[in-house]
C-alpha cells in the first residue's frame, strides 16, 4: 500500500480516483509546520538554525498520516510542483522521521503539472528524490522575510509610533505606490491645442485630418500654447485650398500573445474581469485541484503559479486540431507557435497556464462552474487557443494633405483589419489609460478599423469644417492591480506566486487603499516609506530587492550556499538596525517632516503660508507623533492645542475621521459640560466632561462617552448631534402589537433596537438618531434566523412557589419558557400561543428533575480571585436572546511573513492599550 500526501482535500479526492485501492491519498492543509511568531526562532549566530513549530490543526493531520503509514510501504509526497510544494514535502518529511514513521519505507516526490488521469500516472512512473536546492532556496527566503520583519518592524514601532509593519518585499512595493502618488503631487497640468479638419473627397465622401505642420514647420505637441495660436493656424488652413500630396499604404501583422502565467493571468483578469490578484489565485486554485464534470472530478487547467510561457507539445498538436477544426486552415500557422519567457528570473521551468484539455470549450463546461470559475476558466481556454493561431493582417494607410504653398500640412490615418486571425477569439485590452504621463494621445492614435475613403495623389478635397481643441497634460495615473503586478514583475521584485499576497498585506496593514480600482497610499504607508527611505535607503532599493530576489534563484538552481547569503545579507542588516539605537524620535519627525512638507503644507490660494497655525496665527505647523499615529500640531503647545489630520476626509481621501490626534470641542452641554470629539483606539466618539481620578476615598468617575457609527463621517459631527448621540437609548414608540416599548440606542456592535429582550442590529442605511416606529417595527419583524419573526417575552404568569415571572420567549433556536435561569424548550410541534401557566410549569419542572437527575444544577457559584463566590447561570441558562458577546480570544501574533509564506512581514502591530468594555470595535480599529 502507497500513501500520498497533497497539499488540499480538494486535490485528494480528485486523485484518489484516478488511483486503484493500492493508494491512499491524504492532505497535509497546506504548510504543517512554520516558525513560531517570536524572536529567537531563527538564529544567526547558529548558522541560521531555525525552530519549527506544528499547530493544533496541522497536528491532527500528521497523526492521520503516521496512522495510515503503519500498514503502507510507500510514502509518495505529491504537493505542489513549485518551492513551496517542495518544502511542504520537506516538511512532512522531516517530520515523519522525527516520529520514526518511515522506518523501512521508501519515500518518493511526484509532481504533476495538471490533475488529470494521465497526468497522475505519467508522475507515478517518474519519481524521484526532493530537490534540496529548492528546497534550501525556501528556508532562505523564509529566514529571509523572518528576519527583516522581526528586527525592522520593531525600530518602526520605537521611532515611528502609528506604524504597523515592515517586509523585505511589502515594503517595496509600497514605495511604488507612493513614488507614483509623489509624482501626480509634483505634476503641473500644461494647456496644449490641436486642430482638426473635417474634409470631403469629390464623391462627397466625409473623412478626418489632423494638423501637422504650420508655416513648413513640424508641430510638437506644445507649438500650440494657447487658442489664439490655435485659432492663427484655423485661418491659414482656411486660406488656401486642400489636396492630396502624398498616399502611403502598408500592411502590419499583429501577433498573439502568449499563453498566461500567473502575472499575466492577474493581470487581464483585472482588467477584463474586475478580479483582485487573491481572487485570481483563489479560482484558478479550485479550476486546478477538480470539478465535478457530471460525475467525474477533473482539473481544467494546469498549475497556476508559473513563470512559464511554454506549453506541452501534445496540447499545442491538441489545440492546433481545434483550431483547424473550429476555424478553418486560414486560422492555423504553418508551424507551431513557441514562446519563451522574457522574464530574466523566471525560477520554474512549468508550463504556462492553459486547459487541461482544450476540447472541453467554456460552453461545453459552464453549467459545472460558478460564474467566476466559468469567467476566469474562459479566459484562459480563449488565451490558449488564440496564442496557436494565425497572426492578423492590418491594412494601414496615412494621407498628406497640404496647401499650394505648403504652408500647412495636415495627416489623415486608418487602419482596416484585413484579417482577424487570432483576434477571432482573444482581444489583449489595456487599462483605460496606459502607465504614460499622458495616456492616450488626445488627438486619437488608435485608428484601427477607422476607414479612410480612396484617395490618390494630386486630388482635391474640399474642405467643410475646422477645428481647434483645448487638451490639458494628465498626471501619471495610480496603479491598478495590474499595472502594479506588471511594475514589479519588470523590476524582479518579489515572484508571481507571492503577488496577490502582497498587495493584500498592503491593505490589512492600512498602507494602501483601492480608490475606483487604483491604489492610493494612505498616510500612514508614506510615512513609513519615507522613514525606510531615509533610514533602510538600501533595503528598498529596487535594484538590492531584485539581486536578493536572483540570488534566491541561483540557490535554487544548485549555484549558491544559502548560508553564505543570509550571512552577507545579515551583518549588513544588523548593522543598519544597530545605527539607529541612537536615533532619537525627534531626528525622525525633522526628516519626515522635511520630506512630505510639499504633501502636508502645499501652496495655498491666497499666498498665505501654510505653515502658519490658523488657530494660534503665530505657532509653526509641523508633523507630531501621538500614540496612534501622527498628526499635524502646532508649534505652541500646549498654550495652542489645534491639531489636524495628516489628510482629512473633506481633503478628498474617503477615509479619514477628521481627527487624529487631540480633541476638537464642540461646544457646551445645556449642563455647563463641555462636548468633545476625540479619537480613541477604536474609533471616533463624542465625550461630555471630562474623567474624574480616583484619589483617596473616593473611584474615579468615567464621563459619557458614545462611540461615533462606523459608517459615519466624524468630521460632520456637530454639537446638536453629538448631544442627541449622548442621549442614547432613546424611546422610538410602543410596538403596536405588544404594546412594549422600541428603543434605538448603540452599543459594542454598533446601533441597534431592543424590543423587550430582542435585539437587532440596524442595518447601514438606518439612523440610529431618526428611525421611526413603523420603520422599526419593520426591521423587528425580520430578526432572527432565516427571516423568521422574533417576538418579545410574554409573561404566562407567576410562579406559585416563589412568586417569580413564568415567560415564553421565542429564541434562536425555537420558543421556550423560562422561570429564573431556568430553561425549558418546548416540544416540537407545541402551539406556543396556545401554551398556559400550567403547562409551562410541568416543562420547567421535567427540566429541573432532568437536570437534577444528570447532576447540574440551575444554579452553580464560581469563586473569584478574591475568593468571593458568584453566582453563574448554566449552560441550559445562558441567554441567547441579547446580543452575544464576543468571547474573549487572545491576540493572534502576526507571522514574520504573509500566512501564504509569499511575503515577509513584521508582526502586525503593537498591542494596543484596552479600551473601556462599553466602547465597541469597529471596521476602522487601530488594532485587531
Given at each position: 500500500m502507497h500513501?500520498?500526501?497533497?497539499e488540499?482535500?480538494?486535490?485528494?479526492?480528485?486523485i484518489n480516483?484516478y488511483?486503484?485501492?493500492?493508494?491512499?491519498?491524504?492532505?497535509s492543509?497546506?504548510?504543517?509546520?512554520?516558525l513560531?511568531p517570536?524572536?529567537?526562532?531563527?538564529r544567526?549566530?547558529?548558522?541560521?538554525?531555525?525552530?519549527?513549530a506544528?499547530?493544533?490543526?496541522?497536528?491532527?493531520?500528521?497523526?492521520?498520516?503516521?496512522?495510515?503509514?503503519?500498514?503502507?510501504?510507500?510514502?509518495?509526497?505529491?504537493?505542489d510542483?513549485?518551492?513551496e510544494?517542495?518544502?511542504?514535502?520537506?516538511h512532512?518529511?522531516?517530520?515523519?522521521e522525527?516520529?520514526n514513521?518511515?522506518?523501512?519505507?521508501?519515500?518518493?516526490?511526484?509532481?504533476?503539472?495538471a490533475?488529470?488521469?494521465?497526468?497522475?500516472?505519467?508522475?507515478?512512473?517518474?519519481a524521484?528524490?526532493?530537490?534540496?536546492?529548492?528546497?534550501?532556496?525556501?528556508?532562505?527566503?523564509?529566514?529571509?522575510?523572518?528576519?527583516?520583519?522581526?528586527?525592522?518592524?520593531?525600530?518602526?514601532?520605537?521611532?515611528?509610533?502609528?506604524s504597523?509593519?515592515a517586509?523585505?518585499?511589502?515594503?517595496v512595493?509600497l514605495r511604488?505606490?507612493?513614488e507614483?502618488?509623489?509624482?501626480i503631487?509634483?505634476?503641473?497640468?500644461?494647456?496644449?491645442?490641436?486642430?482638426?479638419?473635417?474634409?470631403?473627397?469629390?464623391a462627397?465622401?466625409?473623412?478626418?485630418a489632423?494638423?501637422?505642420?504650420?508655416d513648413?514647420?513640424?508641430?510638437?505637441?506644445?507649438?500650440?500654447?494657447?487658442?489664439?495660436?490655435?485659432?492663427?493656424?484655423?485661418?491659414a488652413?482656411?486660406a488656401?485650398?486642400l489636396?492630396?500630396v502624398?498616399v502611403?499604404?502598408?500592411?502590419?501583422?499583429?501577433?498573439?500573445?502568449?499563453?498566461f502565467?500567473?502575472?499575466t493571468?492577474?493581470?487581464?483578469?483585472?482588467r477584463?474581469?474586475?478580479f483582485?490578484?487573491?481572487?485570481?489565485?483563489?479560482?484558478?486554485q479550485?479550476?486546478?485541484?477538480?470539478?465535478?464534470?457530471?460525475?467525474?472530478?477533473?482539473?481544467l487547467?494546469?498549475?497556476?503559479?508559473t513563470?512559464?510561457?511554454?506549453?506541452?507539445?501534445e496540447?499545442i498538436?491538441?489545440t492546433?486540431?481545434?483550431?483547424?477544426?473550429?476555424?478553418?486552415?486560414s486560422?492555423?500557422?504553418d508551424q507551431?507557435?513557441?514562446?519563451?519567457?522574457?522574464?530574466?528570473?523566471?525560477?520554474?521551468a512549468?508550463?504556462?497556464i492553459?486547459?487541461?484539455?482544450?476540447?472541453?470549450?467554456?460552453?461545453?463546461?459552464?453549467?459545472y462552474?460558478?460564474?467566476?470559475q466559468r469567467?476566469?476558466?474562459?479566459?484562459?481556454?480563449?488565451?490558449?487557443?488564440?496564442?496557436?493561431?494565425?497572426?492578423?493582417?492590418?491594412?494601414?494607410?496615412?494621407?498628406?494633405?497640404?496647401?499650394?504653398q505648403?504652408s500647412?500640412?495636415?495627416?489623415a490615418t486608418g487602419?482596416?483589419?484585413?484579417?482577424?486571425?487570432?483576434?477571432?477569439?482573444?482581444r489583449?485590452?489595456?487599462?483605460?489609460?496606459?502607465?504614460?504621463?499622458?495616456?492616450?494621445?488626445a488627438?486619437g492614435?488608435?485608428?484601427?478599423?477607422r476607414?479612410?475613403?480612396p484617395?490618390?495623389?494630386?486630388?482635391?478635397?474640399e474642405?467643410?469644417?475646422?477645428?481647434?481643441?483645448?487638451?490639458f497634460?494628465?498626471?501619471?495615473?495610480r496603479?491598478?492591480?495590474?499595472s502594479?503586478?506588471?511594475?514589479?514583475e519588470?523590476?524582479?521584485?518579489?515572484?508571481?506566486?507571492?503577488?496577490?499576497s502582497?498587495?493584500?498585506v498592503?491593505?490589512?496593514?492600512e498602507?494602501v487603499?483601492l480608490?475606483?480600482?487604483?491604489f492610493?497610499?494612505?498616510?500612514?504607508?508614506r510615512?513609513?516609506?519615507t522613514?525606510l527611505e531615509?533610514?533602510?535607503?538600501?533595503?528598498?532599493?529596487y535594484?538590492?530587492?531584485a539581486?536578493?530576489?536572483?540570488?534566491?534563484?541561483?540557490?535554487?538552481d544548485?549555484?549558491?550556499?544559502?548560508?553564505?547569503?543570509?550571512?552577507?545579507?545579515?551583518?549588513?542588516?544588523?548593522?543598519a538596525?544597530?545605527?539607529?539605537q541612537?536615533l532619537?524620535?525627534s531626528?525622525?519627525?525633522?526628516?519626515l517632516?522635511?520630506?512630505?512638507?510639499?504633501?502636508?503644507?502645499?501652496?495655498?490660494?491666497?499666498g498665505?503660508?501654510?505653515?502658519?497655525?490658523p488657530s494660534?496665527?503665530?505657532?509653526?505647523?509641523?508633523l507630531?507623533i501621538?500614540?496612534?499615529?501622527a498628526?499635524?500640531g502646532?508649534?505652541?503647545?500646549?498654550?495652542?492645542?489645534f491639531t489636524?489630520?495628516?489628510?482629512?476626509?473633506?481633503d478628498?481621501?474617503?477615509q479619514?475621521?477628521?481627527l487624529?490626534?487631540?480633541?476638537k470641542?464642540l461646544?457646551t452641554?445645556?449642563?455647563?459640560e463641555?462636548?468633545?470629539?476625540r479619537?480613541?483606539?477604536?474609533?471616533?466618539y463624542?465625550?461630555?466632561?471630562?474623567a474624574v481620578?480616583?484619589?483617596k476615598?473616593?473611584?474615579?468617575?468615567?464621563?459619557?462617552?458614545?462611540?461615533?457609527?462606523?459608517?459615519?463621517?466624524?468630521?460632520?459631527?456637530?454639537?446638536?448631534?453629538?448631544l442627541?448621540l449622548l442621549?442614547l437609548?432613546?424611546?422610538?414608540g410602543?410596538?403596536?402589537?405588544t404594546?412594549?416599548?422600541?428603543t434605538?440606542?448603540?452599543?459594542?456592535?454598533?446601533?441597534?433596537?431592543?424590543?423587550?429582550?430582542?435585539y437587532?442590529?440596524?442595518?447601514?442605511?438606518?439612523?440610529v438618531?431618526?428611525i421611526?416606529l413603523?420603520?422599526?417595527?419593520?426591521?423587528?419583524?425580520?430578526?432572527?434566523?432565516?427571516?423568521?419573526?422574533?417576538?418579545?417575552?410574554?409573561?404566562l404568569?407567576d410562579?406559585?412557589d416563589d412568586?417569580?415571572?413564568?415567560?415564553m420567549?421565542?429564541?434562536r433556536?425555537?420558543?421556550?419558557?423560562?422561570?429564573?435561569?431556568l430553561?425549558?424548550?418546548?416540544?416540537?410541534?407545541?402551539?406556543?400561543?396556545?401554551?398556559?401557566?400550567?403547562?409551562?410549569?410541568?416543562?420547567?419542572?421535567?427540566?429541573?428533575?432532568?437536570?437534577?437527575a444528570t447532576?447540574?444544577?440551575t444554579?452553580?457559584?464560581?469563586?473569584?480571585?478574591?475568593?468571593?463566590?458568584?453566582?453563574?447561570?448554566?449552560?441550559a441558562g445562558?441567554?441567547?436572546e441579547?446580543?452575544a458577546?464576543k468571547?474573549?480570544?487572545?491576540?493572534?501574533k502576526?507571522d514574520?511573513s504573509?500566512?501564504t509564506?509569499?511575503?515577509?512581514?513584521?508582526?502586525?502591530?503593537?498591542?494596543a492599550?484596552?479600551?473601556?468594555a462599553r466602547r465597541?470595535?469597529?471596521?476602522?480599529d487601530e488594532?485587531?
Amino acid at each position: 500500500m502507497h500513501v500520498v500526501v497533497v497539499e488540499s482535500p480538494a486535490k485528494a479526492k480528485t486523485i484518489n480516483k484516478y488511483l486503484g485501492h493500492d493508494y491512499k491519498v491524504l492532505a497535509s492543509y497546506g504548510h504543517v509546520r512554520d516558525l513560531p511568531p517570536k524572536d529567537g526562532s531563527v538564529r544567526p549566530d547558529e548558522g541560521f538554525a531555525m525552530d519549527w513549530a506544528i499547530d493544533e490543526r496541522s497536528e491532527r493531520h500528521l497523526k492521520e498520516i503516521v496512522q495510515a503509514l503503519k500498514g503502507a510501504d510507500a510514502l509518495l509526497l505529491a504537493t505542489d510542483p513549485d518551492r513551496e510544494g517542495e518544502a511542504i514535502s520537506w516538511h512532512v518529511r522531516e517530520v515523519l522521521e522525527s516520529r520514526n514513521a518511515l522506518a523501512g519505507k521508501t519515500v518518493r516526490r511526484i509532481t504533476f503539472n495538471a490533475i488529470t488521469r494521465s497526468a497522475v500516472e505519467e508522475a507515478l512512473d517518474n519519481a524521484r528524490d526532493l530537490d534540496q536546492p529548492l528546497v534550501e532556496a525556501y528556508l532562505a527566503r523564509r529566514a529571509l522575510d523572518y528576519l527583516v520583519g522581526f528586527t525592522l518592524s520593531p525600530v518602526l514601532w520605537r521611532k515611528l509610533p502609528g506604524s504597523r509593519s515592515a517586509g523585505r518585499v511589502q515594503s517595496v512595493a509600497l514605495r511604488l505606490v507612493c513614488e507614483r502618488e509623489q509624482e501626480i503631487e509634483r505634476f503641473v497640468t500644461r494647456e496644449y491645442w490641436t486642430v482638426e479638419a473635417l474634409l470631403a473627397t469629390r464623391a462627397g465622401v466625409p473623412f478626418r485630418a489632423r494638423l501637422t505642420h504650420l508655416d513648413g514647420r513640424k508641430l510638437d505637441k506644445f507649438d500650440l500654447p494657447d487658442e489664439a495660436t490655435a485659432q492663427a493656424a484655423v485661418r491659414a488652413i482656411e486660406a488656401h485650398p486642400l489636396g492630396v500630396v502624398a498616399v502611403e499604404r502598408k500592411q502590419a501583422k499583429r501577433h498573439p500573445a502568449a499563453p498566461f502565467t500567473t502575472s499575466t493571468l492577474q493581470q487581464e483578469a483585472s482588467r477584463k474581469l474586475y478580479f483582485s490578484a487573491r481572487q485570481t489565485m483563489t479560482v484558478a486554485q479550485k479550476l486546478y485541484e477538480g470539478v465535478d464534470l457530471g460525475g467525474e472530478t477533473v482539473g481544467l487547467i494546469t498549475y497556476m503559479r508559473t513563470d512559464g510561457v511554454s506549453i506541452a507539445p501534445e496540447a499545442i498538436a491538441a489545440t492546433r486540431a481545434l483550431i483547424g477544426q473550429e476555424f478553418g486552415t486560414s486560422y492555423l500557422p504553418d508551424q507551431p507557435r513557441l514562446y519563451k519567457t522574457r522574464a530574466k528570473n523566471a525560477q520554474e521551468a512549468h508550463e504556462a497556464i492553459r486547459p487541461t484539455d482544450v476540447s472541453r470549450t467554456p460552453a461545453a463546461v459552464a453549467p459545472y462552474l460558478t460564474p467566476e470559475q466559468r469567467k476566469l476558466y474562459e479566459l484562459v481556454w480563449k488565451r490558449t487557443v488564440a496564442s496557436q493561431m494565425a497572426s492578423a493582417l492590418l491594412d494601414q494607410v496615412a494621407v498628406d494633405l497640404a496647401n499650394g504653398q505648403n504652408s500647412v500640412t495636415l495627416r489623415a490615418t486608418g487602419s482596416v483589419v484585413r484579417f482577424d486571425g487570432f483576434l477571432k477569439v482573444y482581444r489583449e485590452d489595456h487599462d483605460d489609460r496606459p502607465d504614460t504621463p499622458e495616456g492616450p494621445s488626445a488627438e486619437g492614435d488608435d485608428d484601427e478599423n477607422r476607414l479612410l475613403p480612396p484617395l490618390e495623389e494630386g486630388e482635391a478635397v474640399e474642405r467643410q469644417n475646422v477645428v481647434p481643441s483645448q487638451h490639458f497634460t494628465q498626471p501619471p495615473p495610480r496603479y491598478t492591480e495590474a499595472s502594479l503586478v506588471k511594475r514589479m514583475e519588470e523590476l524582479g521584485i518579489g515572484r508571481p506566486s507571492t503577488y496577490a499576497s502582497i498587495l493584500s498585506v498592503l491593505q490589512d496593514r492600512e498602507y494602501v487603499r483601492l480608490d475606483n480600482r487604483r491604489f492610493v497610499p494612505e498616510d500612514r504607508g508614506r510615512l513609513v516609506t519615507t522613514f525606510l527611505e531615509n533610514f533602510f535607503a538600501r533595503y528598498v532599493e529596487y535594484s538590492f530587492t531584485a539581486d536578493l530576489e536572483n540570488q534566491l534563484d541561483e540557490i535554487s538552481d544548485g549555484k549558491l550556499g544559502w548560508r553564505a547569503v543570509l550571512e552577507a545579507f545579515w551583518r549588513d542588516f544588523k548593522a543598519a538596525v544597530d545605527g539607529t539605537q541612537t536615533l532619537r524620535v525627534s531626528e525622525v519627525l525633522d526628516a519626515l517632516d522635511a520630506e512630505l512638507g510639499p504633501h502636508l503644507f502645499p501652496p495655498t490660494p491666497d499666498g498665505r503660508d501654510p505653515r502658519v497655525c490658523p488657530s494660534c496665527n503665530s505657532g509653526r505647523l509641523g508633523l507630531r507623533i501621538g500614540k496612534f499615529g501622527a498628526f499635524v500640531g502646532c508649534s505652541g503647545y500646549p498654550e495652542c492645542k489645534f491639531t489636524r489630520p495628516l489628510v482629512s476626509k473633506g481633503d478628498g481621501d474617503g477615509q479619514g475621521t477628521g481627527l487624529e490626534e487631540g480633541i476638537k470641542e464642540l461646544g457646551t452641554a445645556p449642563d455647563g459640560e463641555p462636548v468633545t470629539l476625540r479619537k480613541g483606539p477604536y474609533g471616533p466618539y463624542v465625550q461630555k466632561g471630562e474623567a474624574v481620578k480616583a484619589e483617596k476615598g473616593k473611584k474615579a468617575v468615567k464621563p459619557p462617552r458614545v462611540s461615533i457609527p462606523a459608517d459615519w463621517d466624524a468630521t460632520t459631527v456637530t454639537l446638536d448631534t453629538a448631544l442627541k448621540l449622548l442621549a442614547l437609548p432613546r424611546e422610538v414608540g410602543e410596538h403596536p402589537e405588544t404594546k412594549a416599548m422600541i428603543t434605538a440606542g448603540i452599543g459594542r456592535f454598533g446601533p441597534y433596537l431592543k424590543h423587550g429582550d430582542v435585539y437587532k442590529s440596524l442595518p447601514k442605511d438606518e439612523d440610529v438618531l431618526n428611525i421611526g416606529l413603523n420603520r422599526a417595527v419593520t426591521v423587528l419583524a425580520e430578526a432572527g434566523r432565516g427571516g423568521r419573526a422574533r417576538q418579545p417575552a410574554r409573561s404566562l404568569g407567576d410562579h406559585p412557589d416563589d412568586g417569580k415571572p413564568v415567560t415564553m420567549h421565542d429564541g434562536r433556536y425555537g420558543p421556550y419558557v423560562q422561570h429564573g435561569v431556568l430553561r425549558a424548550t418546548l416540544p416540537k410541534g407545541d402551539d406556543p400561543a396556545a401554551l398556559t401557566l400550567d403547562s409551562a410549569l410541568a416543562l420547567l419542572a421535567a427540566k429541573a428533575a432532568k437536570e437534577g437527575a444528570t447532576g447540574k444544577a440551575t444554579k452553580t457559584t464560581k469563586t473569584t480571585k478574591t475568593g468571593k463566590a458568584t453566582k453563574a447561570k448554566t449552560e441550559a441558562g445562558a441567554s441567547d436572546e441579547a446580543p452575544a458577546k464576543k468571547p474573549a480570544t487572545r491576540r493572534k501574533k502576526a507571522d514574520a511573513s504573509d500566512a501564504t509564506a509569499a511575503e515577509g512581514t513584521a508582526p502586525a502591530d503593537k498591542p494596543a492599550r484596552k479600551a473601556p468594555a462599553r466602547r465597541r470595535k469597529t471596521a476602522g480599529d487601530e488594532e485587531t
